[in-house]
């Protein structure tokens, strides 16, 4: 029997105080997209997406990181083998401190409170975070695992592999920002696409293959 599928999208939104946030400009396509293409193919599929992301698409849905990684814990403690695809565009970073300099004055403001408008300048301070991808196997995952990888044409190909090394993943998407370099990464070496249509039916047949 097929196992199940999980297909995770969007971004999640990075709190700066009680009414701003940093977030990533994704929209979730490519995983609703992919997510139409396997179960076409009869395959059960569920998908976790950013609130911002395709909202007329029926999914589970997170706003931040710790629902995102809640969603996550949930559904792979219910299929530990299952595939999970992460498509999602997930912060690097979590916001250590927030300043707000006026006047003269300085402040400093939890995620909690609101930064008062007016301020000569405010300044945010990050600090790196885990990357969830590398927490899965901790959580109980033991299913097959495709990531993803968006960074410059240079270096995205090798970056995937990198990728794909450390975390055990079956292959994973390479994108570069310029949109020239488009293709499947995994074990036996790299596998180009023409364009985006292609590198989505590619996807489709590897995950459907693989699993």
């Known amino acids: 029997m097929p196992i199940p599928i999980l297909i995770v999208g969007g971004a999640p939104r990075l709190r700066v105080d009680a009414v701003r946030f940093l977030s990533v400009a994704a929209s979730g396509d490519t995983a609703v997209a992919l997510g139409q ?15 911002m992301a395709r909202p007329e698409v029926s999914a589970l849905r997170y706003e931040g990181r710790e629902e995102l990684e809640a969603g996550l814990q949930s559904w792979v403690g219910q299929h530990p083998d299952g595939v999970v695809v ?33 301020g000569d300048e405010v300044v945010i301070r990050l600090r790196p975070a885990s990357k969830v991808i590398d927490r ?18 240079a270096t995205v190909l ?22 020239k370099v488009q ?15 292609a590198l989505l039916a590619a996807l489709t047949e590897a995950i459907a293959t693989r699993s």
């Open 86 to 118: 992460m498509s999602a565009a997930i912060n690097d970073y979590t916001v250590a401190q927030v300043e707000r300099h006026h006047g003269g004055q300085f402040e400093v403001f939890s995620p909690g409170q609101k930064v008062p408008s007016g």
């Open 183 to 197: 293709a499947l990464v995994d074990a036996e070496g790299i596998h180009p696409c023409a364009d985006r249509p």
């Open 37 to 51: 293409a396997l179960r076409q193919r009869g395959r059960t599929v569920d998908l976790l997406l950013g609130i």
């Open 158 to 179: 090798a970056s995937a592999e990198a990728l794909r090394r450390r975390t055990g993943a079956v292959l994973v998407v390479a994108n570069s920002l310029c949109h």
């Open 136 to 153: 899965l196997a901790g959580w109980g995952h033991r299913g097959p695992l495709v990531g993803f990888k968006y960074e410059d044409r």
